[in-house]
T-cell receptor
């Protein structure tokens, strides 16, 4: 069964400084990777999806994927206090009906 | 376009009581998922449907949990004889298989507290 682990569990950065979050997965055949953001008592908002090794940018959010190292990361450029939320890494394999396996999440706090 | 709608948003029960959660997916989405998210944990898949058929319910505690999607549109997740360990947010998501993006769209969730 897929294991998805995120680090760090929590992170505090100052407004404007880069924030970086990490995610490792166990199934090397995985080929769908997404980062979601979850504000308190709200649903999940997809930030960026990546399907092949390399980098994918969506606005201030950039995902880096290295499947050989079973690692995907999220970098947030110029974070703002409104970016304070829980960030979830989700992994799936095409052909599995989009069954996502999630990490526990990382709590990001952006201080003014 | 309306998103995924869930109700109720909040429920508080005593142990042993029953509760039903309702989900209205995005119009035209053929696949519907129910996830359980305990506090400070990531969501965990309980069950998912393609149209009205259950595709995978292997993680659904079958003795007390049940889920249906009778017409392939709305869905109901029911918990009978709730336990404190069922305290969690129940998230519904939908997707369109033929779009082949693997993109899921989530509702805001139903937060359950069992006392």
């Amino acid at each position: 069964q897929q294991k998805v682990q995120q680090s760090p569990e929590s992170l505090t950065v100052s407004e404007g400084a880069m924030a970086s979050l990490n995610c490792t997965f166990s199934d090397g055949t995985s080929n769908n990777f997404r980062w979601y953001r979850q504000h308190s008592a709200k649903g999940l908002e997809v930030l960026v999806s990546i399907f092949s090794d390399g980098e994918k940018e969506e606005g201030r959010f950039t995902a880096h994927l290295n499947r050989a190292n079973l690692h995907v990361s999220l970098h947030i450029r110029e974070p703002q206090p409104s970016d304070s939320a829980v960030y979830l890494c989700a992994v799936s394999r095409q052909g599995t009906g989009s069954k996502l396996s999630f990490g526990k999440g990382a709590k990001l706090t952006v201080s003014p | 376009e309306a998103g995924v709608t869930q109700s109720p948003r909040y429920a508080v029960l005593q142990e042993g009581q029953a509760v039903s959660f309702w989900c209205d997916p995005i119009s035209g989405h053929d696949t519907l998922y129910w996830y359980q998210q305990p506090r400070d944990q990531g969501p965990q898949l309980l069950v998912y449907f393609r149209d009205e058929a259950v595709i995978d319910n292997s993680q659904l505690p079958s003795d007390r949990f049940s889920a249906v999607r009778p017409k392939g549109t709305n869905s109901t997740l029911k918990i009978q004889s709730a336990k404190q360990g069922d305290t969690a947010t129940y998230l519904c998501a939908s997707s369109f298989l033929r779009a082949n993006t693997g993109q899921l769209y989530f509702g805001e969730g139903s937060k359950l507290t069992v006392l």
